[in-house]
């Protein structure tokens, strides 16, 4: 009979303890909604998103496709139908981006006149972005993500705005290998670099060229730095009484395709070999040349990686085509659909979700959120993303000779080089 | 029956232990009043013979009923791992997917995996078999993961692992549904009451005959018949009254989902 006290006291206990428990976990709200740091959208409100990209060239356009594909996926099927995230819609800015400082300040303030805007995906040009786009959004901590921009003062730490990431390579990278290419492979001492002043874009890439080519033993025997004014022959009649045995032409369309033509013009030059970088890689480009664009090569992205994917060739490129009824028109592509998902997977992971629905985000978050991305298997490589901004950590540069270039041939280019390197090859990182 | 285990802890007891006392009350006021004295030797020493046969019951059916209420309430718990573990490996399975449709279904199993929390277990006390808006998330959550089926682009090892993790889920909600609309047989819950009190009698009998100082033996016998009868009604629900099946597992998951824990490319943090 002891033992029936003691059963008492157990079985009152534990029912007391558990009527007194059922406590629930304390909801989590996030940020407080008057932090400046503080994004609240609304019930059947949009999350606003910006594309700020340079429409007049194709790159721009193609870019901007793969923004919407990435916007048409969220609900898991390319229909040409925007899905949802986390229950509501995507408003898309669009801002065109004139490749220029001016323009890139103008842009981003346009932009930033939502002040629910999240993310901007751009710009094109990296004269748009650096030390413009790129500090008007950080300071009011608006995250932008490039898919095209390449100029290493963009993630250079010196220069780095903190809210600024990029999907598209590093110029180092291509600088590099575009000088291993001319050195190595084609067995070119001497070089002569055409950029154009004042954008960075131009004037970073034909240097870090110069940079790689001269470690490796070369020499640059001449630079141009092209001034607005400019007549684009000029370049091949100063070339003409001494030809180089390379020249590479770190230009954007249709200044490299004046240039270009005008040095095939020349007879005295029809034996130097002739580099173009990405920002050539268009029907534009062609077109100008016609014929004498044979034999010409561009450097930029190696296709054949993203072509064997069989998430861009069977399902992405379809989309792409019934989107825009062509093929794509620039070699960012890849690069603009990863930044998306970068984007929209940041959102995923840092948005408070309210009762009814109403979303909460922290700026700061956001930015941590990419900082946290390792090894993404985006549609144009392993994206990583640094605290300077750079999450392509490596890229395969391949070297393609006209015709055989992806934008003509698409799917049956094929380079005649290609490297991979990574920021650390080329000093960046660690 | 459900609106009587789906009350909370203290109220069961107030109700069943005031019960068992006001019966017995009741009873040892009737016994002073029918029995007289001088029968009340007789009367006690044939209640005493009888005490042990209705102790006996009393304990056998209370402890049948404990027993299979607990297990029922463990077999819930043990449903909701399953699915919880089902849901897991659904996220793992879809990292080898490329990364905007990993994040689109491991989006897809957070909403799921929130409803059943906040909306579907609430549910499931009060009316387990009306449509909840967890059922619609996991229609739309299936809908996803065999959209991949015929992709050429998913692995088939990878679309093969998610619908099966996927049946998981799906057939473990379904179980726990059916376990949510089962409920505490009456019968025998009733024959347990009338055995207390049939106890609860025989015991007044015996503390009449043998004077006040016996009296504690009845009360004791009163409090454990009405702490049993608590008991059984306390986890008789497995999703309603103070027993319940915990939440925590499927939130814990949809959380460490939510916060980016499966996607492969946020594994080294």
Known sequence: MRAVPAIFILVLISVLLTACGGSTPSAVTGCAPDDADCVEVGIGEPIYLGA?????????????????????????????????????????????????AVSGRIGARAMLSEPGLLAVIGPTCSSTAFGSADQVLSERDVLLVSPSNTAPSLTDPDSHQRTYFRTAFNDAIQGSVVADFVFSRQQLTSAVTVSKADDAYSSQLA?????????????????????????????????????????????????????????????????????????????????????????IYASGPDFSTVQADPFYRDWYLPAYRQLTGNDPDGVFGPSAFDAAGLVIDAIRRTAVVLPGGVLRFSRAQLRRALLDVRRYAGLSGSLTCLPTGDCSEGARIAIYRAPDWPIVRGDRATPVFSQFKTLAEVGLTN | ?????????????????????????????????????????????????????????????????????????????????????????????????????????????????????????????????????????????????????????????????????LATVTESRRQRLVIATQELPLPLFVLSVVTGMALISGALLVALRTGPRYGLVAAGIVLIVGFDLTAILAISAPFAGPFVTSTEPIQQLAQEIASGDYLGWLGSR
């Open chain 1, 52 to 100: 700020f990209l340079a429409l007049d060239f194709a790159s721009g356009r193609d870019t901007l496709a793969s923004v919407r594909l990435a916007l048409d996926y969220l609900d898991g099927v390319f229909d040409q139908n925007d899905g949802q995230l986390l229950g509501h819609d995507i408003a898309l800015l669009v801002e065109k981006d004139e490749c220029n």
């Open chain 1, 207 to 295: 240097a870090t060229f110069g940079v790689s080519f001269t470690a490796l033993g070369g020499t640059v025997v001449r630079s141009f730095s092209l001034k607005p004014g400019d007549a684009r022959a000029g370049v091949a009649q100063a070339l003409q009484a001494d030809p180089p045995a390379a020249i590479f032409i770190a230009l954007q369309t249709p200044d490299c395709g004046e240039v270009a033509a005008a040095i095939r013009r020349q007879p005295s030059l029809r034996d130097s070999t002739i580099v173009v970088a990405e920002a050539c890689q268009t029907e534009d480009f062609i077109d100008t040349l016609g014929a004498s664009a044979t034999g």
């Open chain 2, 1 to 165: 029956m459900s609106w009587l285990t789906s009350l909370n802890g203290g109220v069961l007891l107030a109700l069943c232990v005031g019960g068992t006392v006001l019966f017995a009350l009741a009873m040892l006021l009737a016994l002073i009043l029918v029995i007289p004295q001088r029968s009340r030797e007789g009367t006690g020493m044939t209640a005493a013979a009888y005490m042990t046969v209705l102790g006996s019951l009393f304990a056998i059916l209370t402890g049948f009923l404990i027993n299979s209420e607990y297990s029922t309430l463990r077999q819930a718990q043990n449903i909701v791992g399953i699915e919880v573990a089902g849901a897991s490996q659904l996220a793992y399975a879809s990292a080898s997917l490329p990364p905007s449709d990993t994040s689109l279904v491991q989006a897809s199993l957070v909403r799921y995996l929130t409803s059943v929390s906040a909306a579907e277990w609430p549910q499931l006390e009060v009316d387990p078999g009306a449509r909840s808006r967890a059922g619609d998330d996991l229609s739309s959550l299936s809908r996803l993961v065999f959209s991949y089926g015929p992709r050429p682009y998913a692995p088939s090892v990878t679309t093969d692992a998610m619908q099966t993790s």
